[in-house]
């Protein structure tokens, strides 16, 4: 985020190359997303693995929360993939 | 504001046409993984077995039923009633 704004302001003698700005639109398009990921797998396993916090995060809890990630991943590319295998089809039917 | 080079770009143009495509796809796919995780996921177990798989996958097409019978009956009924709201649509 920092790096667009700075280039924005040293790049004020001229006009930025396009090149440039598809580059750095790419790169905030895939923070966003793992951000997105981030808080929906955060919230998703803190609700499937922390039953009542306790004063630690415990070594059950711990193993949990990386199975849970690892369960959202693929979950998430499950769903990617129907997705796209549902508008393929639809898109053959038009 | 002074935009107006940026947007004239074709090329430009044409890459955030792309883009929000595929962000609009991504979107939905965070969207539909949250819920049918809801739906189809109990406990997190060492590997996704092949009936929550299953589950996904159907979760994910009933979804999308869901949200075009939904629009396809708005419309059906904005259509029946459209001599009344006619006004107001258009």
Known sequence: MEGFGSDLSSGSSGKMDTGTIMEQVKVQIAVANAQELLQRMTDKCFKKCIGKP????DNSEQKCIAMCMDRYMDAWNTVSRAYNSRL??????? | MENQGV???????????IESQKQRFQQLVHQMTEVCWE???????????????VCF?????????TS???????????????????????
């Not at chain 1, 306790?54 to 995060?57: A, K, V, W």
């Not at chain 2, 947007?7 to 046409?17: H, N, S």
């Not at chain 2, 996958?57 to 039923?65: M, Q, S, T, Y």
């Open chain 2, 7 to 17: 947007t004239a770009d074709p090329q430009l143009q044409q890459f955030i046409e």
């Open chain 2, 68 to 90: 075009q019978f939904i629009l396809n009956r708005l419309e059906q009924t904005q259509r029946s009633k459209t001599s009344f709201t006619e006004s107001m649509t258009d």
């Open chain 2, 57 to 65: 996958v159907n979760c994910v097409e009933r979804f999308i039923d």
């Open chain 2, 39 to 53: 739906k189809c996921m109990d406990k997190p177990g060492p590997k996704l077995d092949s009936r929550t798989e």
């Open chain 1, 54 to 57: 306790g004063s630690t995060l």
């Open chain 1, 88 to 94: 393929q089809r639809e898109r053959a039917r038009i």
